[in-house]
């Protein structure tokens, strides 16, 4: 599972308190990237405490700071971590994240299960994600993550090396929920067979296809039991993800810019990033699409 491919695109999250920046990161979950623009998806929960209500929206607290560790490469042995692999947060939404009680002050509340997080981008690098797909019984899934994210396992204290350790489980879907309003936890899941630890929370779960179909929302330690998020059966997955193309796996919702000959010259997730782009003096005209970021071929939306 350390598939350099892989781990450009899954990630572990990390936070430190910038008032105390010799003081070891602490590990939190897993993210994966979901677009070539530096958009991720996690779970909520991996990043609920991390965050308060500001202005009936979220944000991170002040004594917090949120990083994803990448690592360009598979790493043997002890190294020293260069400072560019840290990927701050650079921005974060959730649907309905914010809670406002009566005569009580706004409150983080986890009402979807999902979070997409803005780090700095990586090439081209994505997982193709399908909202298509229906979790049923007896089939088999695998998730990925970073399992006992820093565990210090062995006593060594804060001075030890930082593990960064992908892990993989093959699990049968034993259960799958719908969405239920009126629950506390209303987004639908799916529970799996599997031994999925902490520290995977937020990590994709892949379909026998090898398409990411929801991500790992929590684990039950010992008893062999996982629970997933879809990203099918909801509308929640696309307003939270909106340049993932859920229905074509492997496309995204975007502008592009196209040339005299209605080729695509450049994409971007608003039109007026075209003015930033090396390929500016060759777009003629923009459009939103669905496109195929590997062929070019685009579909108007």
């Known amino acids: 599972m350390q598939d350099s491919a892989l781990r450009a695109n899954i990630l572990p999250l990390f936070s430190f308190d910038p008032r105390s ?28 405490d991390l965050l308060e ?6 944000a991170l607290r002040d004594d917090v700071r949120l990083v994803a560790l990448e690592l360009p490469h598979l790493v043997f042995g ?27 002050r706004p409150r983080v509340r986890n009402m979807t299960e999902l979070a997409a997080i803005s780090i700095a981008p990586s090439g081209e690098n ?4 399908d909202g298509r797909w229906r979790p049923r019984i007896g089939e088999k899934v695998m998730a990925l993550g ?26 049968s879907i034993i259960q799958t929920t719908p969405v239920q309003p009126q629950s506390s936890r209303p987004w639908p899941t799916f529970r799996v067979e599997a031994e999925w630890p902490g520290g995977m929370s ?15 929302s929590a684990g039950l ?14 509308d929640i997955p696309e307003r939270t993800f909106p340049t993932v193309d859920l229905i074509n796996p492997g496309r995204l919702k975007c502008w592009v810019g196209l040339d005299s000959n209605d080729d695509v ?33 685009y579909i108007s939306i």
Request: hydrophobic share 40%; charged share 20%; with cysteine.
């Open 146 to 171: 970073f399992a006992e994210l820093d565990v210090d396992h062995q006593e060594e204290g804060a001075d030890r090396a930082m593990r960064q350790y992908l892990y993989g489980s093959v699990g």
């Open 53 to 58: 209500a500001r202005c009936q929206a979220l």
């Open 78 to 104: 002890s190294v020293p971590l260069p400072a560019d692999c840290w990927k701050p947060l650079l921005g974060l939404f959730s649907v309905g994240g914010v809670e406002t009680p009566p005569l009580a």
């Open 221 to 234: 330690v010992g008893e062999r039991v996982g629970t997933a998020t879809p990203f099918s059966g909801w």
């Open 21 to 48: 920046p010799q003081e070891r990161p602490q590990g939190h979950g897993t993210t994966f990237r979901v677009d070539p623009w530096g958009w991720c998806a996690t779970a909520f929960h991996v990043v609920e």
């Open 126 to 129: 994505f997982l193709t994600v």
């Open 202 to 216: 937020g990590g994709p779960v892949f379909n026998e296809s090898g398409n990411v179909v929801g991500l790992v």
């Open 265 to 297: 010259v450049a994409a971007a997730r608003r039109p007026d990033h075209f003015d930033m782009s090396p390929s500016k003096e060759s777009v003629v005209r923009t459009a939103f699409v669905s496109l195929d970021p590997k062929s070019g071929e």
